[in-house]
């Protein structure tokens, strides 16, 4: 068997490529539950799940059962993207969420193989099939990759089409043509990369800073109607993904583009990260020493790869500069920054008498990063993030009479928000948080609606379960809340994730949670 897979993937390298990366990529469609950040369910999920039947959790669209006057910053393209795939669901009859997200994450898992293909032409056409054949492995088996392949994650899903965007302007001369302009721009080729790198800024509005750069390379390479051919192209194809603005808004363009701006501009001192730290991004997700070789071979390409190397360098620096740096945000340079860093790292070390010298120093290397990288791939594919929260909606939509429910997080530091789609409902919650004030004993005062979805034009069904959140002092909470419902039973406790307990044990400001569950009988 494994004979035979090794002549196949001699054969066939780039086949096999995307077959390991397909099998990877499936452990965490079957085993990687949950969500990982606020952003892979509750900017993305959620919205669009209830746009598929007829709701409007979190009021994203203004006029849906509620007042609002500003937008969202976050475009709504991928949104859109879910909501068919959620009436999709709705329309076969798949009406178990645990059971759409199943199919949610293949389909994402299929969708990242592009990203290993296009990575593998781009290399191979820039240099050669060996190259490109370390580039596609890499890209299958980078440890967190299966598992963010899978995820909601836009920073994710930008990169295939910003990769096919490429391959098709490589497919082109990158020195100018003798001849009129239009045998470089005038073709199906040129304009298709424009289109697709437009639509990858609208699903990441921060990809818009390289493909930016991207028409400024073909301004210095290809000349002035080059670029505008691009910007025109790309910008269309961005203008596209927008279109919903225009009808929710008003007539008025590019709303949520303004929102976002609005948003980051006044929060963006909000999530402060070390610049220093922030450098040495690419070790978060390449082990080193593996990710030290490529990002010295990253720039020893600026010269002969200058239309990868500088939009990818600019959208670096800009991620290192602004105050808001969060790790994910930097994914979309990952595949870039591994192509140019094969290729560069390769042709130093054949070029170089200190590890000519030293060959099995450099095998050492790569096979410790092999092996950490393996056992690192294999936790995370296994890996159910938020547990607790999860299960405990999965409970509830296992019951089949949930009318509401209350978080009783007074035990807690922390009232973390519900992954409700998870329990088949999106209606206002309650909430009881404040750890040193009594119940008062009206059901109009006690629990308090939850504050993000407080608007009065929002119907609030009264609860029948109760979730405790965390066991501090749980008896007295339990029997404090018995003294207005005195049917009040105990049902279930979720514990906590292993990876979730972990994370809080390597920073105790990561949330881990154990969720008590009670009913009003």
Not at 316 to 329: A, G, K, T
């Amino acid at each position: 068997m494994i004979n035979k897979f090794k002549k196949y993937f001699n054969e066939k390298p780039l086949q096999a490529i995307l077959l390991i990366g397909l099998v990877v990529r499936l452990l965490a469609v079957l085993f990687s539950h949950g969500y990982f950040m606020h952003d892979d369910h509750f900017l993305t999920v959620e919205p669009a799940a209830s746009w598929a039947v007829g709701k409007n959790a979190g009021d994203y669209i203004p006029g849906w059962g509620n007042d609002k006057v500003s937008p969202e910053p976050l475009s709504f393209f991928y949104l859109g993207l879910l909501f068919v795939f959620f009436k999709a669901m709705h329309f076969f009859g798949l009406e178990n969420p645990d059971s759409q997200m199943y199919v949610m994450r293949l389909v994402h898992g299929l969708y990242s193989l592009l990203t290993i293909y296009f990575a593998f032409k781009i290399t191979e056409k820039l240099s050669h099939r060996k190259n490109a054949i370390q580039v596609g492995v890499l890209l299958a088996l980078i440890a967190v990759l299966p598992n963010f392949s899978v995820r909601n994650l836009v920073e994710m899903v930008c990169i295939p089409p910003l990769l096919a965007g490429f391959w098709l302007l490589l497919r082109q001369p990158v020195v100018p043509l003798p001849g009129p302009q239009k045998t470089q721009i005038w073709n199906w080729s040129f304009m298709g990369a424009a289109l697709l790198m437009g639509l990858a800024v609208g699903v990441r509005f921060q990809t818009g800073l390289l493909v930016a750069l991207v028409g400024f390379v073909l301004l210095l390479q290809r000349g002035f109607w080059s670029a505008v051919v691009f910007g025109i192209m790309s910008f269309f194809a961005f203008f596209l993904t927008q279109i919903d603005d225009v009808l929710l808004w008003g007539g008025k363009p590019f709303q949520h583009l303004q929102g976002y701006f609005s948003y980051n501009t006044k929060n963006a001192n909000n999530y402060p990260g070390s610049p220093i730290a922030y450098l040495s991004f690419i070790a978060l997700y390449i082990l080193p020493p593996v990710s030290l070789f490529l990002l010295f071979g990253f720039f020893r390409q600026w010269k002969k790869n200058l239309l990868i190397f500088l939009p990818v360098l600019g959208f670096l620096i800009f991620h290192i500069v602004y105050p808001n740096r969060q790790e994910r945000f930097i994914l979309p340079a990952l595949p870039f920054v591994v192509m140019l860093g094969v290729i560069g790292w390769n042709e130093f070390i054949a070029a170089s008498k200190f590890w000519e010298r030293r060959k099995g120093l450099l095998r050492s290397s790569y096979v410790f990063f092999w092996t950490i990288n393996v056992v690192v791939m294999l936790v995370f594919c296994f890996t159910y993030g938020k547990r607790a929260r999860v299960e405990a909606m999965k409970y509830l939509y296992e019951q089949g009479d949930c009318q509401n429910f209350v978080r009783e997080a007074s035990g807690s530091d922390i009232a973390s928000m519900p992954p409700q789609f998870y329990s088949g409902h999106d209606y206002p919650t309650y909430y009881y948080w404040t750890r040193d004030t009594d119940v008062d004993g009206t059901i109009n005062d006690f629990p308090r609606q939850e504050e993000e979805c407080s608007t009065h034009l929002h119907k609030r069904p009264l609860p029948n379960y109760y979730l405790f959140y965390g066991a501090e002092n749980l008896d007295e909470r339990v029997a404090r809340i018995q003294r207005h419902f005195t049917t009040l039973q105990y049902k279930t406790t979720i514990e906590a994730g292993w990876f979730d307990k972990l994370i809080h044990w390597l920073n105790k400001l990561n949330d881990v949670e154990t969720i008590y569950i009670y009913k009003v009988e």
